[in-house]
């Protein structure tokens, strides 16, 4: 089927704020003493492309979603039998692949009781302060060197400024591991027989920019970056690719990342 090309945009967003500290009483540039206590808050850091790549053996998901915004449940499809969420699952886990361990990869099934329901937080726009407050209040699982857990929440309303499907946030608002944000207005907006598949590609997506995709922390092994649009795919077929493309899901193959991205992601060594 010829894809549809969405009006709206995915957006992502990783606010990073680099800080060093000083000591008077070194005589050490004090340049170079905000390089090494830098590299030594990095270094403790789990929440990073190099721990994900390395260290890291399980991958898992907390779904929140405020009242009214529910993610989709179900089936994507019956023939072949496809769960909504195996679409999450099975890109995470192709992610990893191929890297001579085992990761495993956890996500909602979309049954009640896999995902919390939070009170309506009455916003029509968000601010990237009031998601990372969301998150800030509503996140109960932490990542470590051997654990990555990502905050995914679903919110009516929509980015301030903005028609952006969903959003990535992490960094300055210090949020641990990166939380992202899907607007089920902008999700509800698309024709019925494409939201299932559009809202999971719109969550591979942005867990694809978590973990460092495109050139955001996962360095390119091939010229594919559209820095036009920032940290996104060239490949129109690519989930990475800065827009939705309705008719490119294909339940028989529901791997949505491009070729190009797996390469990046397979040369990773770090």
């Not at 699982?141 to 028609?163: E, I, L, P, Y």
């Not at 390119?220 to 493309?245: E, F, P, R, V, W």
Request: glycine residues 8%; aromatic residues 10%; hydrophobic residues 40%.
């Amino acid at each position: 089927m010829k894809g549809i090309k969405s009006r709206f945009a995915i957006f992502s967003a990783c606010l990073l704020l680099l800080a060093g500290c000083q000591n008077q009483g070194s005589t050490l540039p004090i340049a170079l003493l905000d390089f090494i206590a830098l590299d030594y808050v990095i270094s403790l850091d789990p929440d990073r492309s190099a721990v994900y790549f390395s260290s890291v053996r399980s991958v898992g998901m907390e779904v929140a979603y405020e009242f009214g915004a529910a993610p989709e449940d179900g089936f994507i499809s019956t023939s072949p039998s496809l769960p909504v969420w195996e679409v999450t699952r099975r890109n995470v886990q192709n992610i990893f692949d191929d890297r001579g361990y085992t990761v495993s990869v956890s996500v909602p099934s979309g049954n009640p009781g896999d995902m919390e329901e939070i009170p309506s937080q009455g916003k029509s726009l968000w601010s990237a302060a009031d998601l990372a407050a969301l998150a800030s209040t509503y996140r109960k699982k932490k990542s470590d060197f051997q654990n990555a857990n990502f905050f995914v929440a679903f919110v009516k309303g929509r980015m301030a400024n903005s028609n952006v499907v969903a959003i990535t946030i992490s960094g300055v608002f210090n949020l641990g591991a990166p939380a992202v944000f899907v607007f089920k207005d902008a999700i509800n907006a698309f024709p019925l027989q494409y939201r299932k598949s559009a809202e999971q590609s719109t969550v591979v997506h942005e867990l694809g920019h978590a973990f460092g995709l495109v050139n955001n922390g996962i360095p390119l092994a091939s010229g594919h970056q559209d820095s036009s649009h920032g940290a996104h795919c060239t490949n129109i077929k690519c989930t990475m690719y800065y827009s939705i493309q309705l008719g490119n899901f294909n339940p028989q193959n529901p791997l949505v990342f491009g070729d190009e991205c797996i390469r990046d992601v397979r040369n990773f060594r770090p």
